[in-house]
């Protein structure tokens, strides 16, 4: 790898024991190393932090171990693994999961390639496995989650997170954004792509790098419509009251603010969009509808969705601009 291609992994486990000694096996393997494996553990009450810590003493890439005293959850988590890495790049990394060898050179090919200055996120597809390590018989791409938006990345990711946090390898410049994460934050992954939707570069490797576990306490929703349901129940479309669509709007606003105040420019359609939770409910409807976020949602979620919109109370914004 060259000096220009140092990648990092961030790592979070909780209570991983089944898992976990696979995962770590499977990064420690990689035919192209990391430079470093920065692992947070959640206070975990299993066996995870001592299979770790076994695992740290039996190899030559440095393996940190840091134990929280108390349960961040799962972002919070994140954000503090990432503010502990060093490398140029970062790669993401889940407890359950299982890289094939080649995951980390072939993304390090994409980086010596990409002649780009645009700070970059390269994505990985997933064979999806079950909980035992059978193969489902598809890929995370082949759920049809990933279509081309019509204008740009953003119209995905400002209402739904379609890529699981540990597909992503990103240069690090993104952090300068990103972090400190806002409380506004839903997922880490969900985050840090909506800023690469609107400032960065995306490269996707042809062809899945790694296995996915899909099995009842996955964090997110991968491979089924119940769990698809259940991933955008959980981001805050669908709940009603006060933190329902509301919820994605602000974590919107948050992103473009940061984007701004850097003296970069968000799409118009965004812009109008994000502009119109100043308004009554029924004035969001067009712009909601103008901005293209539905190209590629089933009619079940566009309709919840606007439904979740229309009975949300309306968005003010406080004196610094945030939603209330």
Sequence with gaps: MTDSAKISVAMCTCNGEPFIEKMLRSILDQEVPPVEVVIFDDASEDNTVNILERMAKTTGIPVIVTVNESRLGVTRNFEVALQACSGDFVALADQDDQWYPDKLKRVSAQIERNST???TVYLSD????????VSLG???????????????????LLVRNNYPGCSLVFDRRILELALPFPSAAIMHDWWIMLLFSLIGN????????????VHSDNVKGVGSLSKSFSATLSSGLLRTGAGNVSAVIRQGEIAAARVESAGLK????????????D????????PLLRSGVFFDRPRWESTLFI??????KKCVRDGGGHYT
């Design 307 to 312: 439904f979740s919109l229309l009975i949300s």
């Design 266 to 277: 968000i799409p118009a359609r965004m812009r109008l969009l994000l502009d119109s939770f």
């Design 126 to 133: 997933l064979d999806l496995v079950d909980e035992s390590g």
């Design 138 to 156: 598809k890929t995370f791409f082949q759920t049809g989650k990933q279509r081309k938006a019509p204008e740009g990345m953003w119209q995905q």
């Design 202 to 213: 995306t490269v996707a490797l042809k062809s899945p790098a790694m296995c996915y576990r």
């Design 117 to 119: 200055r645009v700070p």
């Design 279 to 286: 308004h009554s409910r029924l004035s969001r409807i067009l």
